[in-house]
């Protein structure tokens, strides 16, 4: 709860130093489709895997002058489900990340590239078939890098679509990916 505070408190000192500089703010909210691949989930001493893929949708803050930004985000990567006679294994994600982000603008289109880092809260159910009622889970929270690319095409002077695709990095045992479309809207534009 207190890194929470320290969060908002930083966005909000942020926001109120931008005030007089020539910087645009932005809130985006987005949803796609997310690829998850992870293998080595231990349950029993014994190895499973899971890969499908699944819902994903995303909020974000983002502060950016003509060439550069950052951006802070949550997201959800919804949950994938492996299923046998034996057992049913359900794997969800959810994560914040900052990137750093480069752009360039041309017409109405911007085009832009983006890296940084993911800290992702991790939680893998395990049911037995036979026995519904007894659920063993495992959380976890695990960091990694995320890169992505991605355009926004300005339909107004506060309102963008942007389309997007994004990797997340973690360890040769899990990967994520995520092609994601969704709306900016500017809170504050470029003097």
Not at 91 to 108: A, L, T
């Amino acid at each position: 709860m207190k890194s929470l505070k320290n969060y908002l408190l930083i966005t909000f000192i942020t926001l109120l130093s931008t005030q007089y500089s020539n910087c645009q703010i932005y809130l985006g909210i987005s949803g796609g489709a997310a690829f998850i691949e992870q293998n080595n989930i231990e349950f029993f001493k014994q190895n499973y895997n899971v890969k499908g893929t699944t819902f994903t949708h995303k909020l974000t803050l983002g502060y950016q002058t003509s060439y550069f930004g950052f951006e802070l985000g949550h997201r959800s990567f919804g949950s994938i489900t492996e299923k046998s006679s034996n057992y049913v294994l359900n794997v969800e994600k959810k994560g914040w990340e900052i990137s750093i982000r480069g752009c360039y603008g041309w017409g109405n289109f911007l085009f832009f590239g983006k890296g940084g880092m993911i800290f992702m809260s991790n939680r893998n159910n395990y049911t037995l078939t036979y026995n519904k009622n007894n659920v063993l889970s495992h959380n976890s929270i695990s960091r990694g890098a995320i890169w992505g690319f991605g355009s926004e095409l300005a339909l107004s002077n506060l309102i963008a679509l942007r389309l997007e695709y994004e990797s997340i990095i973690q360890t040769a045992d899990i990967n994520y990916q995520a092609l994601t479309l969704g709306t900016i809207f500017t809170l504050k534009k470029l003097n």
